[in-house]
């Protein structure tokens, strides 16, 4: 893909992943195939900002995890009241950091 | 996720699960007033859908299957969950095998179906609405 192409996508999106993540991710979409950029911009990456909103509000109900596709976690914190409240509060400092990795992930899946 | 990550998170989580139950049993017995965790409530004053899931699971303990329903049926998935999920876990370690990180996949899947998740909230609502009305 062309290196323009690649600096715009990342600037559209920079918010979605971890700033660590940025070189690994310039480089595999330098190597991508023109015909998937499309693809890129249709994928529906989860806002790290919206996920802490729904964690701030409905994070006790396990809707962040939902949201995200914890499903697995998300039925664990509805079923103990949000783990007791604790597992809460420690979702809201670590939401955004799991919602970027969800999105790094999904990201890998369409580079594949 | 990573499936030792997975395995280790269960099991810590029913470990810590186990204790809960433990202390709450302990604290019924010596007369004591059980602990009042749930955020939801302290701040709000209504129960939350899963209030009353320990007492649940504890009179479930004791054969006591019409209280725990009473009390909350998500003692019955809860009580379930803490039964077999590390012993399928200890299992799967010993074994070297991954039967429990395929069904866990597979679980999500099966929740995330749009038909699986709105009757999951269409219940879960409707337990809420009871647990409010009895005032767990």
Redesign the interface.
């Known amino acids: 893909m062309e290196a323009q192409k690649v600096d715009m996508f990342l600037i559209m999106n920079n918010k979605f992943f971890e700033p660590h993540q940025m070189p690994y991710i310039r480089e595999r979409l330098l190597l991508l195939d023109e015909s998937k950029y499309m693809m890129l911009h249709t994928a529906g990456f989860k806002d790290p900002t919206i996920s802490l909103v729904v964690s701030l509000l409905g994070g006790h109900f396990g809707i962040d995890r939902f949201l995200i596709g914890d499903t697995g976690l998300g039925v664990a914190k509805l079923l103990t009241c949000g783990g007791l409240g604790i597992w809460t509060i420690i979702d809201w400092f670590l939401i955004m950091g799991r919602t970027k990795e969800v999105n790094f992930e999904k990201l890998q899946q369409l580079l594949m | 996720?990573p499936k030792k990550k997975l395995y280790l998170l269960i099991l810590g989580?029913a470990l810590a699960?186990y204790s809960?139950v433990i202390l709450n049993h302990y604290l019924l017995k010596t007369n004591k007033p059980t602990l009042n965790?749930?955020?939801?409530?302290q701040v709000t004053g209504i129960p939350?859908?899963?209030?009353g899931?320990t007492h649940a699971v504890l009179s479930i303990t004791k054969g006591d299957f019409r209280q725990a329903l009473d009390e909350n049926i998500?003692g019955f998935?809860?009580a379930l969950?803490l039964v077999i999920f590390p012993v399928w876990i200890l299992i799967d370690l010993f074994r070297k095998k991954e039967s429990f990180y395929r069904f866990?996949f597979w679980?999500?899947y099966f929740?995330?179906k749009k038909w699986v998740a709105y009757f999951a909230l269409v219940f879960?609502l409707a337990n809420w609405g009871w647990n409010i009305y009895k005032n767990v």
């Open positions: 996720m989580f699960g809960w965790v749930c955020l939801f409530r939350c859908p899963s209030c899931t998500l998935p809860a969950m866990y679980a999500e929740l995330r879960l």
